[in-house]
């Protein structure tokens, strides 16, 4: 099912589980990739990040205009999240405190979802990192030695079907 056929506590619940894992505190923004209709973003915002901290990367024209209308402050950047270094402009380059993403990663090829968690902590500061949700049990981008690591979060069952949240960060062999 996807996510706007499910009731909305079942939804709600995963954004609150990957918002949790966002720090609420501090000035750096938060890149959000593939808002949507702003689920996530509004769990985020519940958890005490301001609008005008979040920057959202979104390749749907309506699904823009819709975050534009819903959450005042919001940074909405229309391009694709997959090419980060050309969808953001210099302004939004980063560093930003977390990257959260929505992207259907199991869509792409392998290479093309590790060049996104790559790309996308190349703009979180050390010890941030890439919360991402699968309805797999095993993460949709493994670790890569030297790269990145990878842990298991929440598992929200009341999703239909049930997902899981991981979090990426740097490998601290990389440095």
């Not at 958890?47 to 534009?68: H, Q, S, W």
Request: glycine share 8%; net charge positive.
């Amino acid at each position: 099912l996807a996510q706007k056929e499910q009731p909305e506590a079942a939804v709600k619940a995963l954004a609150r589980a990957m918002a949790a894992e966002v720090p609420p505190s501090g000035d750096l923004p938060v890149l959000e990739l593939g808002p949507g209709t702003g689920v996530v973003t509004a769990a985020l915002i519940a958890r005490g990040i301001a609008p005008e901290r979040i920057v959202t990367v979104e390749f749907n024209p309506d699904f823009c205009a819709l975050l534009v209308q819903r959450f005042r402050g919001l940074n909405v950047v229309e391009g694709d999240a997959y090419d980060l270094a050309t969808a953001l402009p210099p302004g939004f380059a980063g560093p930003y405190a977390a990257v959260v993403s929505s992207l259907p990663l199991l869509t792409r090829p392998p290479e093309a979802r590790r060049a996104l968690v790559n790309a996308a902590l190349d703009r979180v500061l050390p010890g941030g990192g890439l919360v991402q949700f699968s309805y797999g049990l095993a993460p949709p981008v493994p670790a890569v030695a030297g790269q990145f690591v990878v842990e298991r979060k929440a598992f929200v069952l009341a999703n239909l079907p049930p997902a899981r949240v991981w979090l990426y960060r740097r490998d601290r062999r990389a440095a």
